[in-house]
């Protein structure tokens, strides 16, 4: 028998904003709850960081995190860049085909390299 298919019942946007610096790659240090599972899954289609202000170059972050163990998902490169009124501060966004929360035990968090304000956005529907 062929699977039928699942389609997203609830949109859902997760947000926050990360400052702190945390140089760390196992989900230890300074962490932000980005966004977290619904008991019958969460699908994430997109995650965005656009930084608040001037930046120099480093990394945000992405952890799975299953209620017990952070496994880094993802790390999105964070560009140097003065802003001003004609130079806009850095956005980075990554899509994801497959990325799925199984419940509400799992979330993904995240973290700066460098201590400049990131709003970290995810772009989300519940199962």
Known sequence: MAAEPVFAVTPRIGATNVATAN???DGS???STLIVGASTGTRVVEIVCKARVTT???MVRAFLYDGST???LDE???AAATVS???QSTRVSTTYNNLILPSASWSIVVST???E???VIALAADL
């Open 85 to 87: 009124a004609s130079v």
């Open 70 to 72: 952070y496994r880094l």
């Open 56 to 58: 120099t170059a480093g």
């Open 29 to 31: 240090g300074t962490v």
């Open 113 to 115: 390299h460098n201590a």
């Open 76 to 78: 999105y490169s964070i």
């Open 23 to 25: 140089t760390n790659r």
């Open 117 to 119: 304000s990131m709003d």
